[in-house]
């Protein structure tokens, strides 16, 4: 896949800051479910951490001050939300306030909260979807967007779907409206990266859905999904998200918070799929193999160096840091 050659001129992308060991949490699949796995990329030691029998465990996210843990798992009917302890996954509750599917959940920067994507139909998990915050002591949902009631430029007869919520700040939260042909196939006609500013009750369109042109002058629409919040240095924060152009052509892209400047990020590696994560100058990415599996690779030092496969036998999805 040809690559864009536009680059943002942040300090740091070649040579992500060092901090902490690379550790991830991963859905890795075995016997035909998801569980939940630790991977240290240092030295490639892996740790399962959930084995619930005919469930799948899946999208698990560690709280800012990384004593908890949040997941999605369907071990009692629908895509329910679970937290834990870090040391105690085994232990983990069932904390969904109401009836429906629950994805991609995501801490407050206070880790006293959770966002999170609902459906109140768990058999029809992109029709009516909402970004909630859950209220962790107060085990109380409140609908912060709601799918049905929004009213952006993208609004169209098609079906709107809300998901990928990124908690920037307290006051600002990134999300991914997608327009979909209908609410049981899941095929994504648009996929636009908003900024919903909380104080003000505003949406800010950021990047996805319109074209941009390459320094050759190739045109490079783009449906924009999976977004991440890179931390690079105390000054540094960015978005880098899956670029998708046509049913199958990825690459990772970056952005600033403001929305401008966006540009491809060269990974170089052709399998991509997405989502990216930077961690202890190691660039961590999900990739589809020549069999259409989801595994996970990975780069140390320069973006440039030659990437590494997890060396996990099975699908690997939804990565995410472990934070210090």
Not at 73 to 79: C, E, F, L
Not at 152 to 172: G, R
Request: aromatic letters at 8%.
């Amino acid at each position: 896949m040809k690559k864009s050659t536009i680059m943002l001129a942040i300090a740091g992308l070649l040579f992500p800051i060092a901090g902490f060991a690379a550790e991830i949490v991963f859905s890795g699949q075995k016997e035909n479910q998801f569980d939940l796995y630790k991977a240290n990329l240092e030295d490639g030691a892996i740790t399962q951490l959930t084995g619930t029998p005919a469930a799948d465990e899946l999208m698990a996210c560690l709280s800012p001050d990384r004593t908890k843990i949040a997941f999605v798992s369907d071990r009692q009917g629908a895509n329910s939300l679970y937290l834990a302890a870090v040391d105690a996954i085994d232990k983990a509750e069932n904390i969904s306030p109401a009836v429906g599917a629950y994805a991609n959940p995501v801490f407050s920067p206070d880790s006293t909260r959770v966002l999170a994507k609902y459906a109140p139909d768990p058999e029809l998990p992109f029709a009516k979807t909402k970004i909630v915050i859950l209220d962790l002591q107060k085990k109380q949902q409140d609908i912060l967007i709601d799918s049905e009631k929004l009213t952006v430029p993208e609004n169209s007869e098609t079906l709107k779907v809300v998901d990928w919520p990124i908690w920037v700040s307290e006051d600002m939260i990134v999300y991914v409206l997608s327009e979909l042909a209908d609410d049981v196939s899941g095929r994504t006609t648009r996929s636009t990266l908003y900024m919903f500013d909380r104080k003000n009750n505003r949406h800010i369109r950021m990047g996805g859905g319109e074209s941009y042109f390459t320094d050759t002058g190739r045109n490079m629409g783009f449906k924009a999904t999976m977004p991440t919040l890179i931390n690079e240095s105390d000054k540094l924060r960015y978005l880098a998200f899956v670029a998708v152009r046509g049913n199958i052509e990825r690459e990772p892209m970056q952005l600033s918070l403001t929305g401008s400047g966006k540009g491809g990020i060269e990974l170089g590696d052709p399998d991509f799929f997405g989502p990216l994560l930077i961690a202890d100058q190691t660039w961590i990415y999900g990739v589809t193999d020549d069999d259409g599996i989801n595994r996970l690779h990975f780069k140390k030092g320069q973006i440039s160096a030659a990437a590494q496969k997890l060396q996990f036998d099975g699908a690997v999805i939804y990565p995410t840091l472990l934070k210090p």
